[in-house]
């Protein structure tokens, strides 16, 4: 049976879901239910997902969701010294640290 979304989006899902060992293997590692991720494959990963799917993977967030800058979402999150301005929290959150936990 062919796939009804041929998209390049819908395709690079469905090659993120094989290099992760199948769809139940990539929600299990995003912390997902498998019929939330395979309908991904139509809508499209979440922008928020991309960068663990990319991890997980090695299937680009520009390939997943190629409608987004990625390369500037990735100089703002990769800038030198984000997130230790002036009172940092060392690298966890407020909640994280309430509970002991890295973020």
């Not at 796939?3 to 390049?8: G, L, W």
């Not at 299937?59 to 979402?73: G, K, N, Q, S």
Request: charged residues 30%; hydrophobic residues 35%; aromatic residues 4%.
């Amino acid at each position: 049976m062919e796939p009804t979304n041929t998209k390049p989006e819908s395709e690079a899902m469905r090659r993120a879901i094989k290099e992760a060992g199948g769809l139940k293997a990539l929600a299990d590692a995003l912390g997902e239910q498998p019929n939330t991720v395979s309908n991904w494959i139509n809508r499209g990963a979440p922008i928020d997902k991309c960068p663990s799917i990319e991890h997980i993977t090695g299937v680009l967030c520009e390939e997943l969701r190629p409608e987004y800058d990625w390369a500037m979402f990735r100089k703002v999150l990769c800038a030198k010294g984000r997130g230790k301005a002036g009172g940092g929290s060392g690298g966890k959150s407020k909640e994280a640290k309430a509970r002991g936990q890295a973020i």
